[in-house]
C-alpha cells in the first residue's frame, strides 16, 4: 500500500525533517524496534515488529512529497488504514515542525 503526503519543504529539508521523524520514532516506539537504512538520497527501507511479525516498507522523499509503502500481511491488513493515518500524521507534524524552524 502506497500513500503520499505533500509537502513544500524542497528536497533537502524534507530529507532533514525525515530524518528527524524516524529518530523520534526509534525513541518513542523501542519495544517495536524500528529500523531504517537509507538505500538513496532519497528513499529509506524500514522495518519494525509487531506481535513477533517483521513488517517492512519504504519512505520516499520528493521534492514536493514523501511516499510512504507498507507491506503489510495479510493477519494485519484490517489495521493498515488505521497504521497509515497515523504515519500520515506524525509526517503532517514533522512538516509544521520544519516550517516552525523546529528542526
Do not use: C
Not at 532533514?16 to 538513496?40: C, G, I, M, N
Amino acid at each position: 500500500m502506497k500513500h503520499s503526503v505533500a509537502h513544500d519543504l524542497g528536497l533537502d529539508r524534507a530529507r532533514k525533517v525525515t530524518d528527524a521523524a524516524f529518530a523520534s520514532y526509534k525513541q518513542k516506539l523501542t519495544k517495536y524496534h524500528p529500523e531504517t537504512r537509507w538505500v538513496s538520497d532519497r528513499r529509506a527501507e524500514i522495518t519494525f515488529n509487531v506481535k513477533g511479525i517483521r513488517l517492512s516498507g519504504a519512505v520516499e522523499v520528493g521534492p514536493t512529497e514523501i511516499e510512504m509503502e507498507l507491506d503489510v500481511p495479510l493477519l494485519f491488513r484490517p489495521f493498515r488504514g488505521v497504521a497509515m493515518g497515523i504515519v500520515e500524521e506524525e509526517i503532517r507534524e514533522w512538516v509544521q515542525k520544519a516550517k516552525a524552524g523546529e528542526v
